[in-house]
């Protein structure tokens, strides 16, 4: 069958005149000026996203998640499957570089005022993708299963279990029981396989359904921006599409880079009657875990609940209509000043003993 065939044999049975306009209305729709490579920082979160999906469905062919067997499924994917390494080192590197690089493309709306009308819904949402990239990271942490996986969520669960009174529930719940064991397992298996990948495919639609509806925002205030007719500001298409290219390129060659020069360990298997001497949380954490151990416990505990609220609901907070991060100086003192805190006891946590 010719290409022209096929084309004919389609056009019998849809409308294709109507999807090709909605297409080109896409592609060429016009960008603001402004864009530029942060902008990239979107796509770069989808296309970490779309890595750990087609990663994680190989992983899954080989692992098995009991506690009899998931440690050495993972040690088997390591060494006896072609490319097994390759496809368990760039979902673990993958894991890291999505939490870092979806943290940053936070900051850059939050910097540029993005958020603010009638960008709400997009933040909120954004938030909400933000709180489940790390809780995609903190159960597929366990899942190997092996000593750090282990006792990492051992503390991590006992300071959910600080809570005021949904604490122990919560900790109850989560661990499937009193103790960590294949009921914990067996939980964060199916919130990292079934519940976050879907939850979160829906929510990246909802969130570029909105961005492509609403456009990319300008710097100007509320209420000012100017609507973009064809023809003006920078084309999607092919000059954004080329800049997206070439840091996702970049992107592939960081995380094959890093998978081969600097692999994962998978370390010693779980082992619940012997406590290696220092646990530390993966670095996403370590500033939460060390603020918290200079804080009254309940009050730290309190401001970690609070936390992911406040991101939740800053659009509704900050309501000043300049989007310039110089024309609001107290929201971006207060952007600054998180950056800092996060950094010292960042620093601080991995210093410590
Ligand atoms: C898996 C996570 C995410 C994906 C795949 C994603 C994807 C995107 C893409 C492709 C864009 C358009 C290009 C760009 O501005 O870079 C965008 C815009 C936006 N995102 Fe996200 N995003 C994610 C997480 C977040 C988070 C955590 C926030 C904030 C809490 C956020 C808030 C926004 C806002 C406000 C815009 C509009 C930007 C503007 O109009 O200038 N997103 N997102």
């Not at 098995?64 to 760039?90: C, D, H």
């Not at 994962?264 to 954490?285: N, R």
């Amino acid at each position: 069958m010719s290409k022209d065939q096929i084309i004919a044999w389609l056009g019998e049975r849809f409308d294709l005149k109507r999807i090709q306009e909605l297409v080109d209305q896409q592609v060429k729709k016009p960008l603001p000026k402004n864009i530029s490579w942060l902008h990239t920082l979107g796509s770069m979160s989808l296309f970490l996203f779309i890595s750990q999906i087609l990663t994680g469905i190989l992983l899954l062919i080989y692992y098995r998640p009991t506690v009899n067997e998931a440690f050495e499924s993972v040690k088997f994917i390591m060494t006896k499957p072609s490319l097994g390494w390759l496809y368990r080192q760039v979902h673990a590197w993958g894991a890291n570089l999505m939490i870092l690089i979806v943290f940053l493309h936070m900051l850059r709306t939050f910097f540029m005022g993005a958020f603010k009308k009638p960008r709400e819904i997009t933040w909120v949402i954004g938030a909400l993708l933000f709180i489940f990239t790390l809780v995609f990271g903190f159960t597929g942490y366990l899942l190997p299963w092996n000593q750090l996986a282990y006792w990492a969520t051992t503390v991590g669960t006992e300071i959910a279990g600080g809570i005021p009174v949904i604490g122990e529930w919560t900790k109850i719940f989560l661990r499937g029981g009193a103790a960590i064991g294949g009921e914990t397992l067996s939980r964060f298996f199916v919130i990292h396989v079934i519940i976050l990948p879907w939850l979160v495919f829906f929510l990246i639609g909802a969130h570029l359904l909105l961005v492509r509806v609403q456009g990319i925002s300008t710097m100007e205030k509320v209420d000012q921006e100017i609507k973009l007719k064809e023809g003006e500001g920078t084309p999607f298409f092919p000059h954004h599409v080329l800049k997206e290219g070439i840091v996702l390129y970049l992107l592939i060659g960081i995380l094959i880079g890093l998978s081969i020069l600097l692999p994962f360990e998978l370390g010693e298997k779980a082992d619940p009657l012997q406590t290696p001497h220092a646990i530390k949380p993966e670095w996403y954490f370590l500033p939460m875990y060390q603020m918290l151990k200079y804080l009254p416990k309940l009050l730290g505990i309190l401001m970690l609940a609070m936390g992911p609220l406040i991101l939740i609901g800053w659009p509704f907070l900050d309501k000043t209509k300049a989007r310039h991060p110089r024309q609001r100086p107290i929201s971006t003192g207060i952007g600054i000043a998180m950056i800092v805190l996060l950094i010292v006891f960042g620093l601080l946590g991995h210093w410590a003993d």
